[in-house]
């Protein structure tokens, strides 16, 4: 019992002296872990690389300052120092293995479609607001920043993307300075992607729905609604206790979480009352059906993308392989790294439709004229 700690005092001091050391070649890599502290599942706390977005601080402006503030707002952003000026960067080539960036849509809700064989189905809508790319980051200084999974390895770099513009006085100084290398205007809500290198693109590229084609498939990743905490019949759809008959306070209740002999106790991951929903899912291979060009919305497959409504969804090109099959069987890729007006040959339309979906501006019942 001595020797193990005068080791773990030895340890300590060892320990101690490498972090205070300033170079970090000399600092050996910490083996010993003497406190063990299990994670939590959620934290309201944002990660320390976070800029702080708002301030709270009451600013006491009078009418005339704010108007005053709001034009020279308008009159720096409407010609900004954009990155675009000195050109595109070189357009890669799509392989089977290429990852492009997404977008940050928001969720209208959903809409019925029908087929032209008359078979009805339930679309979502999820329109693409104002989105810009902020910033890439290559693959090799991606590798040294926080957040980076050491299984990604050196085949993927960030992209960056921002929706929604705001004003910049409604921003801390340390926020708005995110924005200054794309030359666009403090956004409300910022998204990263995993992106390989042929798929690299420029800071400041707009992104809109033109970004994706009819018939490709997509993978959805949201928040879903939050429930708040909640109990096992809610959260599970446990049965609960009888409602009379003797039951006392235990109308609701989960009834027995542990067993005896070798399964006693309460086991990790068994199901008990606890905070419902605002998790992370990812719904993935949902064809896009219609294509809205004047509004920017996508109409996906499905009532399944999660979040609630006017909430934020990431949409992305789909991670399945059997998704992807057309893509390389027709030879049609997508727009690599994304959409540019110079790529359209023709006018625009306003509506891209499926070629299984029905049309309600045709005709669907005609008659003869009568002589």
Known sequence: ?????????????????????????LTSRVLVCHQQVRGRRRTCKPPSWFSKRRVSIKQDITPENAKFIKDVIIETYKKPESPLKDGPWSRGTWTPRTQRTGVLAIKLGMLPQWTKDGKKFITTLLQVLDNHVINYTPPDEFAKSMGWKPYWGSKYGSVVVGAL???????????NNLF????????????????????AIQPGTPLNVMHFRIGDYV???????????????KRWGMKGGPATHGCTKAHRRMGSMGGGRDKAGVWKGKRMPGHMGMDWRIVKGLKIWRIDTKYNVLYVTGYSV????????????TVLKHKREHLIENGN?????????EDGKEPIPEEYLDDELFNFNNESISYATEK
Request: charged share 15%; with cysteine.
């Open 1 to 25: 019992m001595a020797a193990f700690c005068i080791r773990s005092m030895l340890l300590r001091n060892l320990t101690c002296q490498n972090l205070i050391s300033a170079d970090p070649t």
């Open 165 to 175: 513009s705001c004003e910049p006085h409604l921003f801390s100084k340390s926020y």
């Open 180 to 199: 200054a290398k794309a030359g666009v205007p403090p956004k409300r809500k910022l998204t990263r992607f995993l992106v390989t290198p042929d798929a």
């Open 219 to 233: 993978d959805c990743s949201a928040k879903t609604i939050g429930h708040g905490f909640q109990g096992v019949m």
């Open 306 to 317: 999660p979040g609630p409504t006017h909430g934020y969804v990431r949409v992305y090109d």
């Open 333 to 341: 890729p997508p727009p690599m790294p994304t959409f540019y007006p």
